[in-house]
């Protein structure tokens, strides 16, 4: 089936630094996501992302945190600087169309923040 | 919140067992999408049942929903041991772009 790949897998970062996670979503896909999850519990969601724009964002998705999809190439999220509480395994996903269709999502990338 | 009370569970069972894991919400939702995660992976979906169906089968796989009583099941028939997981059900309402997941049931299959 489709494929989402997330680059890392694993990120180990200081407190206080810049880090990006890269996603390279599903080839003809129009709809982009971040969703955070913790230790295996609910996945929380973050933001989604069409057309170059941010559709919407969640209470958790601060003013640290951005993503941008620059021409077409990955869909990243930045956060600068990182927090503690930032530890988590972040999941990329995309769909063809928005609203109530089907998300394909990415491993994850595991991040922590020492 | 948007969830009922039951949303959060785990279970343990004997290959070949039935199984069925309930989501109940609290909110307008226009579709509820059944997704499974094995460990170290993303969530991959199973079902997707809108607002205008009651039941939705692939495979082993039966979905129901009751938008009076805003509940949604999963049942799985003949379970197996790669059917351990954590099951999520995620719902999205009408002009929503973003599924929002339940806390999901652990699933255990015994060999």
């Known amino acids: 089936g489709p494929k989402v790949l997330q680059i890392p897998s694993h990120q180990i970062i200081d407190m206080g630094q810049m880090v990006t996670l890269n996603c390279d979503p599903v080839?003809?896909?129009?709809?982009f996501y971040w969703y955070k999850q913790i230790l295996g519990q609910q996945m929380e969601f973050l933001v989604n992302?069409?057309?170059?724009?941010?559709?919407?964002k969640s209470k958790l998705f601060k003013d640290q945190f951005s993503v941008e999809r620059p021409d077409g190439s990955y869909f990243t999220l930045k956060i600068q600087p990182t927090a503690l509480e930032d530890s988590a395994v972040y999941f990329c996903?995309?769909?063809?169309?928005?609203?109530?269709?089907?998300?394909?999502f990415g491993s994850g990338t595991r991040l922590t923040v020492l | 919140s948007q969830w009922g009370e039951e949303n959060l569970q785990a279970l343990s069972i004997q290959e070949g067992e039935d199984v069925t894991m309930n989501c109940s919400y609290k909110?307008?939702?226009?579709?509820v999408q059944w997704y499974r995660q094995k460990s170290g992976k993303g969530p991959a979906q199973l079902i997707l049942?809108?607002?205008?169906?009651r039941e939705k089968r692939s495979g082993r796989l039966r979905a129901t929903l009751d938008t009076s009583s805003q509940s949604s099941s999963l049942s799985i028939t003949g379970t197996l041991a790669t059917d351990t997981a954590v099951y999520f059900c995620?719902?999205?309402?009408?002009?929503?772009?973003?599924?929002?997941f339940g806390k999901g049931t652990s699933l255990v299959v015994h060999p």
């Open positions: 995620a719902l999205t309402s009408g002009g929503n772009y973003k599924p929002t």
């Open positions: 049942i809108r607002s205008n169906e």
């Open positions: 996903a995309s769909s063809f169309r928005g609203g109530a269709e089907t998300l394909y």
């Open positions: 909110t307008y939702t226009t579709v």
């Open positions: 080839s003809n896909h129009l709809y």
């Open positions: 992302f069409y057309n170059g724009k941010v559709m919407e």
